[in-house]
């Protein structure tokens, strides 16, 4: 059997993070002059280049410590797997970063926050809340049982070529001429479709939300090139 590159692995395990949607961060707890680690549950997206991006209060008790201590780990498993041991999960050790609205990334960081979570525009009303980015040091993943993985974050964090106004195009044509289309995504991976619309789409697949439901798809290789969207959505689409 052949053994994955850890390129190979980062995309697989990017597709595994676009599936899921709460991890448990854990942070360096300060109690009473030891370090301790704390764990909470913390939702979460991913973005198009495949890092990790948070949205905290500034009062809780997780972003208290990583102003402190940068150094965080963010697990993510199948929580919907009868068998929770044997099922897959990766553990990112990384550093933070917090991104003010000043940043030029934090429009795309925000956009695509809101896309997944709106309700978290009122957020702000209540608390001061801030957006963190997980900048990967270290992977650990386990696919499966006895399948084990472990590798520098090095490539994990690839440069996507494809500019987010071709993804943005993609999208909006999607929904605007070809809900037939997205129903039969929803329909192959044996779900009832009623609404849906494409939300968030990056090289490696996209996203669909259909009532309170979002749904992954994967696509069948990473995408290149602005014309491999719409080459794979048509392939999708007629398979």
């Given at each position: 059997?052949?053994?994955?590159?850890?390129?190979?692995?980062?995309?697989?395990?990017?597709?595994?993070?676009?599936?899921?949607?709460?991890?448990?961060?854990?942070?360096?707890?300060?109690?009473?002059?030891?370090?301790?680690p704390?764990?909470?549950?913390?939702?979460?997206?991913?973005?198009?280049?495949g890092?990790?991006?948070?949205?905290?209060?500034?009062?809780?008790?997780?972003?208290?410590?990583?102003?402190?201590?940068?150094?965080?780990?963010?697990?993510?498993?199948?929580?919907?797997?009868?068998?929770?041991?044997?099922?897959?999960?990766?553990s990112?050790?990384?550093?933070?970063?917090?991104?003010?609205?000043?940043?030029?990334?934090?429009?795309?960081?925000?956009?695509?926050?809101?896309?997944?979570?709106?309700?978290?525009?009122?957020?702000?009303?209540?608390?001061?809340?801030?957006?963190?980015?997980?900048?990967?040091?270290?992977?650990?993943?386990?696919?499966?049982?006895?399948?084990?993985?472990?590798?520098?974050?090095?490539?994990?964090i690839?440069?996507?070529n494809i500019?987010?106004?071709?993804?943005?195009?993609?999208?909006?044509?999607?929904?605007?001429?070809?809900?037939?289309?997205?129903?039969?995504?929803?329909?192959d991976?044996?779900?009832?479709?009623?609404?849906?619309?494409?939300?968030?789409?990056?090289?490696?697949?996209?996203?669909?939300?259909?009532?309170?439901?979002?749904?992954?798809?994967?696509?069948?290789?990473?995408?290149k090139?602005?014309?491999?969207?719409?080459?794979?959505?048509?392939?999708m689409?007629?398979?």
């Amino acid at each position: 059997m052949t053994e994955l590159t850890n390129q190979e692995l980062s995309i697989e395990i990017k597709n595994f993070l676009h599936s899921k949607d709460v991890g448990i961060l854990s942070t360096i707890k300060d109690q009473e002059g030891e370090a301790f680690p704390y764990g909470s549950v913390c939702p979460f997206v991913i973005l198009r280049n495949g890092q990790v991006a948070i949205l905290v209060s500034d009062i809780a008790l997780h972003t208290k410590n990583m102003n402190a201590n940068e150094r965080v780990s963010f697990t993510v498993f199948d929580m919907d797997s009868q068998k929770k041991q044997a099922a897959a999960r990766t553990s990112i050790l990384a550093t933070v970063e917090r991104i003010e609205k000043e940043d030029e990334r934090y429009k795309e960081i925000a956009n695509t926050y809101y896309a997944f979570k709106p309700e978290s525009r009122s957020f702000f009303e209540v608390h001061n809340f801030a957006f963190y980015i997980l900048k990967p040091v270290f992977i650990h993943y386990i696919k499966g049982f006895g399948k084990i993985y472990k590798f520098s974050a090095n490539n994990f964090i690839f440069t996507d070529n494809i500019e987010s106004s071709h993804y943005d195009f993609a999208i909006k044509h999607m929904n605007d001429d070809h809900k037939n289309a997205i129903c039969k995504y929803l329909v192959d991976k044996g779900l009832q479709a009623v609404d849906p619309s494409i939300i968030s789409m990056n090289q490696l697949g996209f996203h669909i939300k259909d009532e309170e439901r979002i749904t992954y798809i994967e696509f069948k290789s990473p995408a290149k090139e602005a014309g491999d969207l719409r080459k794979f959505l048509v392939e999708m689409a007629k398979a």
